[in-house]
């Protein structure tokens, strides 16, 4: 489907009808959701109260046609390679925690990461496996110092597509080339990305991909997106288990059970449905719009605002000059990011304080007004706080 401007706008105007007194620049923390996701999730309520779950197999007809959606939105060679986990956290404990390790491993990330990529590793330091985080430069430079740390005892190189609080974005054709090549596995947090800029684990040869629908998604917060490589499932040890895991989850008689051969192997108890119709209705809307069209918008949207920013004396833009994703960080050389981020606040600016920094973080529905009265919040806020 190719929307036109026209449609698009109708479409912008009907889904985020969001309050004139804000400005939301704050999606890679937790977004809106478009009317389309209320509706849907106002419609699950509803029919929980009038028929509870009479019609249950028409909602695991949901949970299956998500599977199908996150697929295509990052190229997965099959709905059967989409596990439905509760947040990023989970997802790459699944990872962590059923690979098999050896004393001397090494896990390669960068120092930048969110907690979330960073305990997780961090806490198997008791099994011998050293945890290497990685200065990554604000230059051209950040895939070959990551490439640089690792060695023959590098099992896994763990990296967010993009860097929370910097924007930094990462190479990722690159980086999947160089794990291929040397036989290091590939993690990616792809948080900060997924639902922004399109993504295609084949190309970038990613053998596992986790990010929660609750940011540029646009999803509830309370489910995530979990790629495993096919060929790496068995692999990964399970740590949990019960009926929803296993081959025949309907058929509770039976005693002698298996593990799934697909990605539901990972989900061992009862499904979130109702995260599951909302993040199914956020990436209806997706599906409408084409993330070719949201990647042009967003990269647009991050080009204006770091464009104006800049011309404001003092301002300093974090991730200056690198590919930009949907993230714009800067900071004042002379005034407290604290005191800037509460006087943004106050003009109605929802945005973000993350690494020292202020974040903006704008979506593809975004309107250059809004982005223009976010600009000029920006210029009043640094005339007060001179």
Known sequence: MTIDPDQLDTLIAA??????????????????????????????????????????????AVEQRL????????????????????????????????????????????????????IVWDSLKDQGVALREVDIPGDAGPEAALEAACDDNTRLLAISSIQYASGLTLDLVRLGRFCSTHNVLFCIDGIQSIGALQMDVQSIEADFVVADGHKWLMGPEGLALFYCRPALRDRLRLRQFGWHMIENPGDFDRRQWQAAASARRFECGSPNMLGIHGLSASLSLIEDVGMPIIEQHVCAHGDYLAAHLQAMEGIEIVAEGLRRGGIVSFRHTDIGTERLFQCLRERGVICAQRGGAIRLSPHFYMRQSQLDQALAAVKASLQVSE
């Open 15 to 60: 889904e985020f009808p969001f309050s004139r007194d804000y400005v939301f620049l704050n999606h890679a923390a937790v977004s809106p959701w478009p009317t389309r996701t209320a509706e849907a999730i106002k419609s699950f309520a509803d029919e929980n109260v009038l028929t509870g779950p009479v019609h249950y197999p028409r909602w695991q």
């Open 67 to 118: 599977r199908g959606q996150l697929a295509g939105l990052i190229n997965a060679p099959s709905a059967e390679d989409i596990a439905l986990l509760k947040n990023t956290s989970e997802g790459l404990s699944v990872i962590a925690y059923g690979l098999e390790w050896r004393r001397g491993d090494n896990i390669v990330i960068s120092d930048q990461e969110f907690p979330s990529n960073r």
